[in-house]
């Protein structure tokens, strides 16, 4: 079976604070996915990243950057100089091999980030 | 339109009524989901529709009851919810199905309240 944990359930930060967000995986599969999605207060997730099981290159997206560690089993996601329009849910996802259709994520239970002016 | 759009946004129902929500993608995706996101539970995915076939049903009671006409557009029909049934239900489509690594995009959701 599949597990994520995102063991911060809440993170307040100041503006311009870096914050990192921790992810934690299970999985007994050699090949799968990982993922950030954000939940802005509209509702909707945005996908942000994704990366794969065979890539532990880091990756670094503007403000944003991404640590995949497999020995740790671990998939942190770091803002830098954080900013109010970043306040949201932030979801850790991971998916892999073995079904027959379709991407069947397994989610994390979400990190709330406020970030105050 | 792009992307993908739920309807209705808000909806608030009493028990013994039946009532659909709708979700239509503009992406040309192959597969559709449907999640439940609750206060107190991580996402559950409930429902997966790939090229129109339903190929996941996670456990759901019957009361919730998919229907996918075609790829681009997936209800799901309500019919005696209980109160524990009020949440946020998201749609998401995805471009491949059977591929894991093919991201989801999700729409904004339909708020549900069951009294």
């Known amino acids: 079976a599949q597990k994520v944990t995102q063991a911060q359930t809440e993170i307040s930060v100041v503006e311009k604070e870096d914050v990192t967000l921790d992810c934690v995986y299970e999985?007994?599969?050699?090949?799968?996915?990982l993922f950030w999605y954000k939940q802005p207060p509209s509702g909707e997730l945005v996908f942000l990243i994704r990366?794969?099981?065979?890539?532990?290159q880091n990756e670094i997206s503007g403000r944003y950057s991404w640590n995949f560690q497999k020995s740790t089993s671990s998939f942190n996601f770091t803002i830098t100089a954080s900013q109010v329009v970043d306040s949201a849910v932030y979801f850790c996802?991971?998916?892999?091999?073995?079904?027959?259709?379709?991407?069947?994520?397994?989610f994390g239970g979400g990190t709330r980030l406020m970030v105050k002016p | 339109e792009t992307g993908v759009t739920q309807t209705p946004r808000h909806l608030v129902m009493g028990m013994t009524n039946k009532k659909s929500l709708k979700c239509e993608q503009h992406?040309?995706?192959?597969?559709m989901y449907w999640y439940k996101q609750s206060a107190k539970k991580p996402l559950e995915l409930m429902f997966v529709?790939?090229?129109?076939?339903?190929?996941e049903n996670n456990s759901v009671p019957s009361r919730f009851s998919p229907e996918c006409p075609n790829s681009s557009h997936l209800f799901l029909h309500l019919h005696t919810l209980q109160p524990e049934d009020s949440a946020l239900y998201l749609c998401?489509?995805?471009?491949?199905?059977?591929?894991?690594?093919?991201?989801?995009?999700f729409g904004n959701g339909t708020r549900l309240t069951v009294t």
């Open positions: 998401a489509s995805s471009q491949d199905a059977g591929r894991a690594d093919s991201p989801l995009h």
């Open positions: 999985t007994r599969d050699t090949t799968y996915y």
């Open positions: 990366r794969n099981s065979f890539d532990e």
């Open positions: 996802a991971l998916s892999g091999l073995g079904y027959n259709a379709g991407n069947m994520l397994t």
């Open positions: 992406l040309g995706h192959n597969a």
């Open positions: 529709y790939s090229l129109e076939e339903r190929v």
